[in-house]
């Protein structure tokens, strides 16, 4: 007749199409849209040049999308062939719809915001943005909710959130694209003719303030029983309500607020601000109890479900299969948000820190609390506002003006602040990176030493002949700064030991290790506390005779340019060898438990144990120049095997050497507690020290005595736990 398939189609009558047929796709997808039938050209394709398991594909396929699409056939692949994905209009559409009401009850109004917050923790943790928070149809077209206060204030600091958390994690840079998705091409982040900055956030802040007060006045007034109409043309709010409903409604823009509040707070420049970090926090916490009262708090509504469309934004959906977001758990949510602020409070301690070892403890408590990308982003951020400079020098012993008073000590501060900065950045990453970035860490610090090297070596020629005693000033000025540079670098020694050793101990979090290589590990920790023992003796060592130097120079010369305190530098030294002997114990008690049957050493069919301590271990020996020293210092098979050849002895007699080795440990401890008493013992570390060392003693001990008592192992901590059964 002259007419295309699809007109004729359309001139036959209304008949139905067969299901599945091409007639029954194109009435289906959305107007604007072409559908074409390309049957012959994958017919052709196939019969061509695809081979078995090849994909169809156009030029502009990218591995992304490849890896994206292993599943062959998955209809996830391709959003257009999902039919609500297809049959979704677009944001104006629906708008235009009238689908998003501006005159919402109570309990709808409430499933909105509650949906929002919900969907925006699914966000935090890990899902992208565009199946997230933007499926609220609300956040499209935010100048229409003039006419609803609550919505409108809510709606806009969500968006400023938003922009904040996306630039703070692009910022910081700990974290990978599949951990946490800053993408949000396409999606209305940034309003039309509104400038995005701190004007603006201060603008919305203030406005969501005056709603939220405005909403607790009404509810003061109220009393418990009676019920007031809010049902105006700033609050369209149909119905009655009472005073408790009021403030629930205040509680969540209150929490809008302070949620951006504390993020500002964290990022800002300077110090933290800790009083108003604390009111804000303070604030948030007592929003989140109000909405765990409420009892109402349950993602979204089913009312309320007309406000979001999984496939709202399917034209900007990244080029990955759309995920299936769903809603958390009421409990859940709120359980986010209070770890979140504890984090918060957490992170604003960083500017406590004086010292790397400071900053190395609060970095890995903090990683130990798992926290989410957004507050370790924060983390990171407080780190560069924090300024490594008279950290760094505190740490060395060195006063800052000392070190830059000349340009090898200048450089010598700048490499240390480098590998402080790596090794920090390092610990704001999730466990299993910072296991990968410990590597590069050591990697740093031993090009940085090799570095400070070389500016010993014509130091070294100005003392040649010479004593101490009789060198003229400019000689024990030369000296001194050669000690210096030496300490510097025997810093950098005791630094590379606490790298390894935390690598080394991320290995028990992320359960690396099977029950036979504890005893592999625990040694080679061992031998590295005690090479961080005899670095730092050597570091305190060059010290005392950087300060000797001094005080035997006249003039600007002879001042005090040694910081390290003697107390500080003993319990430092109390500790490491605490642990050590209770790492040296764990050692003897898994050669009984070896000796004993309850574990064994693991089976290596395609391998050897000496190639199995290679895998292990190599990645801790990372020097540019093989000739050169390298820290930490290798340590060979053989010197493990034969450490650990126990076979002349009992078990009887392996179990009182652990049971002796931790009541050594036991007694420095109490010795470092009564001898520098608080200011010296850092109690958590000595507490739970203390606390494995007793149950370990009287648990080998039981273990020792008889053949029939069960055994079991268990980390806490990181330490190792013998459990008599």
């Known amino acids: 007749d002259g007419l295309p398939r699809a007109e004729a189609s359309e001139a036959e009558g209304s008949e139905d199409p067969p299901e599945g047929s ?36 156009t030029p502009a396929f990218s591995l992304l999308e490849a890896v994206s699409a292993i599943e062959l056939g998955d209809p996830k692949v391709d959003v257009g062939s999902i039919p609500e994905a297809r049959n979704c209009g677009t944001p104006a559409d629906l708008l235009a719809a009238g689908l998003a009401p501006l005159r919402l009850e109570y309990d709808i109004l409430l499933g909105v915001l509650d949906g929002l917050l919900a969907l925006e923790a699914s966000w935090y943790k890990g899902n992208f943005l565009a199946e997230t928070v933007y499926t609220c149809l609300y956040l499209h077209d935010l100048n229409r909710l003039e006419g609803n206060s609550v919505l409108r ?59 939220a007060s405005k909403l607790s006045k009404i509810a003061l007034r109220t009393q418990p029983s009676d019920e007031v109409s809010l049902d105006c043309e700033e609050l369209p709010i149909p119905g009655l309500l009472t005073a408790k409903q009021m403030e629930a409604l205040a509680s969540r823009v209150r929490l809008r607020q302070a949620l951006l509040g504390v993020i500002e707070c964290l990022e800002r420049d300077g110090d933290v601000d800790a009083r108003e970090l604390d009111r804000i926090v303070s604030d948030a916490r007592s929003c989140l109890g109000s909405i765990r009262e409420t009892h109402r708090f349950g993602g979204v509504k089913d009312g309320a479900k007309f406000a979001f469309f999984r496939y709202l934004n399917k034209a900007h959906m990244p080029a990955v299969p759309p995920r299936t977001v769903e809603h958390c758990d009421p409990d859940e949510v709120v359980g986010y948000f209070e770890s979140f602020l504890d984090h918060a409070v957490a992170i604003a301690k960083t500017d406590s820190c004086k010292t790397v070892g400071q900053l190395e403890r609060h970095l890995a408590d903090l990683s130990d609390t798992n926290p989410e990308t957004v507050a370790r982003s924060l983390q990171c951020l407080r780190l560069c506002r924090l300024g490594t400079r008279d950290l760094v020098s505190a740490s060395v012993g060195l006063t800052a003006k000392y070190l830059e008073s000349e340009p090898e000590l200048g450089v010598c501060l700048v490499k ?10 390092a610990l704001c990453f999730n466990k299993c990176q910072q296991h990968r970035k410990c590597r590069k860490v050591l990697q740093t610090l031993n090009s940085c030493a090799e570095e400070l090297r070389v500016f010993q070596i014509p130091l070294q020629a100005l003392r040649v002949g010479d004593g101490e005693e009789g060198m003229d000033p400019e000689a024990l000025q030369r000296l001194r700064t050669e000690l210096s540079i030496s300490a510097c670098v025997r810093w950098l020694c005791c630094l590379s030991h606490r790298v390894a050793l935390r690598q080394l101990l991320l290995g028990f979090d992320l359960e690396l290790y099977q029950s036979g290589e504890y005893l592999m590990v625990y040694w080679y920790c061992e031998r590295l506390l005690a090479g961080q023992i005899s670095a730092v003796q050597e570091w305190n060592a060059l010290l005392a005779r950087v300060a000797e130097a001094g005080r035997r120079l006249k003039g600007k010369g002879k001042k005090r340019v040694v910081t390290a305190a003697e107390d500080e530098v003993m319990c430092t030294i109390f500790i490491l060898e605490s642990t050590r002997l209770a790492f040296n114990a764990t050692v003897r008690m898994l050669a009984a438990l070896e000796k004993r049957g309850t574990i064994t050493r693991p089976e290596l069919p395609f391998n050897t144990e000496e190639n199995l301590y290679s895998q292990r271990f190599s990645p801790l020996h990372l020097a540019t120049n093989k000739v050169a020293e390298c820290f930490p210092e290798p340590l060979c098979y053989d010197a493990y095997a034969y450490a650990t050849n126990v076979q002349d002895m009992s078990l009887g007699q392996l179990c009182e050497s652990a049971g002796l080795g931790f009541g050594n440990a036991l007694r420095l401890l109490s010795h470092l507690k009564a001898t520098y008493g608080e200011r010296g013992s850092r109690e958590e570390d000595v507490g739970a020290l203390e606390r494995t060392c007793k149950a370990n003693q009287i648990a080998v001990k039981l273990a020792g005595r008889s053949d029939k008592l069960k055994c079991d192992l268990g980390v806490e901590g990181r330490a190792l736990v013998l459990r008599i059964r």
């Open 416 to 425: 240390c602040q480098e590998v402080t900065e790596a090794f920090a950045k």
């Open 153 to 211: 204030a809510c709606c806009e600091l969500a968006r400023l959130t938003c922009l904040k958390v996306v630039s703070v994690v692009h910022r910081a840079g700990v974290s990978d694209e599949e951990d946490f998705c800053t993408s949000y091409q396409g999606l209305p982040l940034h309003v039309p003719g509104r400038p995005d900055g701190a004007d603006e956030t201060k603008r919305w802040q203030g406005f969501a303030s005056r709603v």
């Open 22 to 57: 091409l007639e029954e796709f194109r009435r289906s997808v959305h107007p604007g849209r072409t559908a074409v039938e390309v049957t012959e050209v994958l017919e052709r394709l196939c019969h061509t040049g695809l081979g078995p398991g090849g994909m169809v594909h």
